[in-house]
């Protein structure tokens, strides 16, 4: 992992009155912020809602150059959410709410701060190098770029060491104290069951507040697409005390 990061590759955006309770939002992989602000997707239903609404979508890079590039913008995104949460007024309510791949910046965000009470991961990581090594090819990352980021890190174990800290599965101990809504698919062939459950099982063992829905029938993106268009689910988690 010798590469040094030159140019950070996530985006911000922001949506609603900054003084409003919050919600920060983290895109799919390679998955622009406007676009999950169409009608009858989380970001409008979120604005509707009153929320103040801060947005973090990244270039495929973030997941495809290698394993420093991620942990680097992981990082960085981390500490721009905390510098955003220190400047808001002290009863401001704020929440995460993850999709996807923006599931290990919300788990990860959600551990490292108290304020942060309620937390959505849609289709949510649990061991990010165990993902990794069982991604099938797909459009965007190939076997033969999928099996350069592996090695950019060294081999595998070194993949598991370097994404260790940052798996949702590591971080169970510090989300005891907040509200989860968690979201899985049974056919996801993109976050395997046989690993996300393991998730599930953590949370369940360690006393979080937890609400679990399981698609039974779709696969990796039609279920997030199911998901977030049946938005009463997420409103109620949090809009709910």
């Given at each position: 992992m010798s590469e040094k990061l030159s140019t950070l590759v996530y985006k911000v955006k922001?949506?609603?009155?900054?003084?409003?309770?919050?919600?920060?939002?983290?895109?799919?992989?390679?998955?622009?912020?406007?676009?999950l602000n169409l009608p009858g997707l989380p970001i409008w239903y979120l604005l509707r809602?009153?929320?103040?609404?801060?947005?973090?979508?990244?270039?495929?890079?973030?997941?495809?150059r290698s394993p420093q590039v991620t942990i680097d913008n992981i990082q960085a995104i981390q500490a721009d959410v905390e510098k955003k949460i220190n400047t808001l007024d002290d009863n401001v309510e704020v929440s995460c709410f993850g999709i996807s791949m923006g599931t290990v910046l919300a788990a990860?965000?959600?551990?490292?701060?108290?304020?942060?009470?309620?937390?959505?991961l849609n289709l949510s990581y649990g061991d990010?190098?165990?993902?990794?090594?069982n991604l099938p090819p797909t459009r965007t990352i190939s076997r033969k770029r999928l099996k350069a980021y592996i090695e950019a890190?060294?081999?595998?174990?070194?993949?598991?060491r370097v994404f260790q800290p940052y798996s949702p599965l590591s971080l169970v101990s510090e989300l005891k104290n907040k509200k989860i809504l968690l979201y899985?698919?049974?056919?996801?062939?993109?976050?395997?069951?046989t690993?996300?459950?393991?998730?599930?099982n953590a949370l369940e063992a360690a006393g979080v507040q937890l609400q679990y829905f399981e698609n039974v029938r779709a696969g990796h993106s039609i279920a997030i697409i199911y998901n977030c268009l049946r938005a009463k689910r997420y409103r109620d988690f949090l809009n709910k005390p």
């Amino acid at each position: 992992m010798s590469e040094k990061l030159s140019t950070l590759v996530y985006k911000v955006k922001q949506y609603g009155n900054p003084k409003a309770k919050t919600v920060f939002f983290f895109c799919p992989f390679g998955i622009p912020s406007w676009s999950l602000n169409l009608p009858g997707l989380p970001i409008w239903y979120l604005l509707r809602d009153g929320y103040f609404v801060v947005s973090y979508s990244y270039e495929t890079a973030v997941a495809t150059r290698s394993p420093q590039v991620t942990i680097d913008n992981i990082q960085a995104i981390q500490a721009d959410v905390e510098k955003k949460i220190n400047t808001l007024d002290d009863n401001v309510e704020v929440s995460c709410f993850g999709i996807s791949m923006g599931t290990v910046l919300a788990a990860n965000i959600a551990a490292a701060n108290t304020r942060i009470k309620k937390v959505v991961l849609n289709l949510s990581y649990g061991d990010i190098s165990e993902h990794i090594i069982n991604l099938p090819p797909t459009r965007t990352i190939s076997r033969k770029r999928l099996k350069a980021y592996i090695e950019a890190a060294g081999d595998e174990k070194s993949l598991a060491r370097v994404f260790q800290p940052y798996s949702p599965l590591s971080l169970v101990s510090e989300l005891k104290n907040k509200k989860i809504l968690l979201y899985l698919s049974r056919r996801d062939q993109i976050l395997q069951l046989t690993h996300t459950f393991k998730l599930r099982n953590a949370l369940e063992a360690a006393g979080v507040q937890l609400q679990y829905f399981e698609n039974v029938r779709a696969g990796h993106s039609i279920a997030i697409i199911y998901n977030c268009l049946r938005a009463k689910r997420y409103r109620d988690f949090l809009n709910k005390p």
